[in-house]
């Protein structure tokens, strides 16, 4: 991840240059709206979280390249920014946790719910053999 933040900070101040470079409203309109995006308030050192949706297609990549490696270490990373990635035969499901809930709290409350299910389901049946 330090490698991501050298290249964002890279891009932040080749934007200053660029918007230096384009007298044309609509280019510097541009650059400026691209350079709140990158920071938006926070410092560089946070940039890392403004790229989850990124990171997390990188992962669908890797899956897609069969890089297993870098598949499982990027759903490392991202369970700790509270990103559970569950893979399924459909590709993967991203759930953006909050109030510090890790993958294991996930899974429980999935497990929860499909017995909640299962139990209404079969609730049904005994009705309609009535």
């Known amino acids: 991840m330090a490698d991501l933040k050298k290249i964002l900070k ?3 101040s080749e934007g200053y240059k660029l918007k230096m470079q384009h007298f044309r409203p609509k280019w510097r309109e541009a650059l ?10 926070r410092t560089l050192d946070n940039l890392d979280d403004y790229y989850i949706d990124e ?7 890797a899956r897609m390249n069969k890089n297993w ?4 270490r990027l759903r490392e990373y991202l ?3 509270s990103v ?12 953006y946790l909050t109030g510090n809930k890790t993958r294991q709290d996930l899974i429980d409350e999935q497990n929860k719910e499909r017995k909640l ?4 389901e079969a ?7 009535k």
């Open 10 to 12: 890279k891009m932040v």
């Open 117 to 120: 299910i299962a139990l209404h």
């Open 84 to 95: 559970i990635i569950m893979d399924s035969k459909d590709g993967q499901v991203v759930y």
């Open 69 to 72: 490696e870098l598949a499982d």
């Open 79 to 81: 369970d700790t920014k």
């Open 32 to 41: 400026e709206a691209a350079e709140e995006v990158l920071i938006d308030n």
């Open 55 to 61: 990171l997390v297609d990188i992962r669908a990549k």
């Open 123 to 129: 609730w049904l049946y005994t009705i309609k053999a």
